[in-house]
């Protein structure tokens, strides 16, 4: 909640520079400087000797090369602040760091993996939105706005790195030499490497989750070897028509511990990675045999094996605020009405406000834009429990609900049931693909029945029509050629129409989690369908 606020503090703070309104307001004026002398040093717990240093202002621009020590000197004559100063590393990421707007003649601002995170706060995204340093750029680069950013990498980076009172921009950096230790904000850039390659992460990574708000501390958990989404001591809720439960992850023993309420384990089943597969496993327990595929954020299909039954989903256990589900979703599903019933693809949209309330929802039909609202006397309500988990309630009782955010900033909620399982995001305009682009992924597709089928697929986009919003994808396997209506039958959803060799559906895509579940409209064969992204 806490870092939500700070998020929240620092957007409030951006607004006022911009005098509340669109990206053409004017940024932050400075007074020229007849020279302004910037110097830092580039590290990332070792120096970063030779190294080229760009410094981009609002006027003015200059580079340098670092010394031995990693230490750099940039003068720009007549420069008005603020700058924003780049490097490529040597492992090929580029590092940012920021001067914000002001009038010294001699500012410092180090380069690190820290300044990296720092920035990604004040973009409030992807650090590469500075390089042009366009008017709204500028508008965010404020002491107050710094100050802010620093605020929230603190909270973010909590129980990890301890960053105290150090400003990891303005702060001196001694950066270790062959010939010389590091100083104390120098072995902060060690503890972070050394965390890093536990968790089988990078620095962009980290970077785009601090953009995003989104999952540091899961970010920085111990990744296991086949697969680095899937931490140590990581914490998940399993969701499916089989029940609700929370479990933990640990690498060490290849175990599953499934906990109380309290925290306590009260049972473990092995959790084996599948033979000659990343980020799959096979796991056991009570006599129940699961298939679990793990996607790239964490989010894990798992198919049960042993009886006929819907999946269920892994979702890794986070503490997000109300405020942080509130906003208009799309949700698909797969339902039945009542036991010993078949199961029906489902379709809606609903509305929630920062306390939890639902304000609006409406049931969808095939293709049709125009929907059957619910009644106000049916919206639920959605309250947090102590472990992070949701209750939904409405009047026909109560419902478990996970929810999770990735590190791009999309918001996935899954409700389960012994009546069927909905899986839920919050709408956004879809993007189209880039001819060429490829995917590979398990598809698990679940019939009214209950049974079901698995394949491994693979795919290329063909060709993207801009003006209609579609495109054609080809499946790798037997030549199939699909074609997709983007942001249909509403902003967020994809629409395939049927023909002779595939059948008329609905996809709902959870953003960049690596995850997708599509309902058919073919009334010949109902199914619902969920795919995972495999490794590359």
């Known amino acids: 909640m806490k870092s939500r606020l700070l998020l929240t503090g620092l957007a409030a703070v951006v607004l006022t520079a911009c005098g509340g309104g669109g990206g053409d307001s004017a940024a932050p004026s400075a007074t020229p400087q007849a020279t302004s002398n910037i110097s830092g040093t ?242 056991t327990g009570n006599g129940v045999v699961n298939d679990v595929m793990v996607s790239r954020s964490g989010l894990a299909l798992m198919r049960n094996l042993s009886t006929w039954q819907l999946p269920a989903l892994m979702v890794p256990a986070q503490q997000l605020s109300m405020s942080e589900l509130a906003g208009k979703w799309n949700a698909v599903g797969f339902e039945r009405a009542a036991p010993g019933q078949a199961f029906y693809p489902t379709r809606g949209t609903f509305t929630i406000n920062a306390s939890g309330q639902f304000t609006a929802g409406a049931d969808c039909a095939g293709v049709s834009t125009t929907c059957s609202p619910w009644a106000q006397a049916d919206l639920p309500v959605l309250t947090q429990n102590a472990h992070g988990d949701y209750t939904l309630t409405d009047p026909s009782g109560t419902a478990p609900v996970a929810a999770f955010k990735d590190t791009d900033g999309t918001v996935v909620a899954v409700v389960s049931s012994a009546n069927g399982l909905i899986i839920a995001t919050k709408q956004v305009v879809r993007p189209m693909p880039t001819v060429g682009s490829t995917n590979a992924y398990w598809d698990v597709v679940t019939y009214q029945n209950l049974s079901a089928v698995m394949a491994e697929e693979s795919t290329v986009i063909q060709s993207v029509d801009t003006l209609a919003g579609s495109y054609t994808r080809k499946r790798v396997s037997d030549g199939r050629v699909d074609t997709w209506t983007q942001n249909s039958p509403s902003i967020g959803l994809r629409y395939r129409a049927g023909d002779n060799l595939s059948r008329k559906g609905i996809s709902l895509t959870l953003g960049t989690t690596g995850v997708g579940a599509m309902i058919s409209l073919d009334n010949s064969l109902l199914f619902y369908d969920i795919s995972v992204s495999r490794p590359q």
């Open 42 to 283: 580039v590290a990332v717990g070792a120096a970063l000797p030779a190294i080229n240093v760009t410094a981009k202002c609002a006027r003015g621009s200059g580079t340098a090369t670092t010394a031995a020590d990693g230490t750099f000197k940039v003068s720009i004559a007549d420069a008005v602040r603020p700058c924003v100063l780049s490097v490529a590393a040597p492992d090929g990421s580029t590092l940012h760091s920021v001067v914000p707007a002001g009038s010294a003649s001699d500012i410092v601002a180090n380069i690190t993996p820290l300044t990296e995170l720092i920035t990604a706060a004040l973009a409030q995204g992807s650090t590469a939105q500075f390089a042009t340093l366009d008017a709204a750029s500028q508008a965010r680069l404020t002491e107050a706005n710094l100050a802010t950013a620093l605020a929230l990498v603190k909270q973010l980076l909590s129980g990890s790195i301890d960053l105290g009172n150090l400003n990891p921009i303005k702060d001196p950096l001694v950066a270790a030499t062959s010939g010389q230790a590091g100083n104390a904000l120098d072995q902060l850039l060690d503890k972070l490497a050394a965390r890093l390659a536990a968790a089988r992460t990078s620095v962009g990574d980290l970077s785009a989750a601090v953009g995003a708000n989104g999952n540091v501390a899961g970010k920085l958990q111990p990744g296991a070897e086949t697969c680095n989404v899937m931490k140590t001591a990581g914490e998940f809720f399993v969701a499916g028509q089989g029940g609700f439960s929370r479990v933990r992850y640990d690498t060490a023993t290849a175990q599953l511990s499934t906990l109380d309420s309290l925290g306590n384990v009260t049972a473990k089943s092995p959790f084996m990675p599948y033979q000659g597969e990343a980020c799959r496993y096979i796991a």
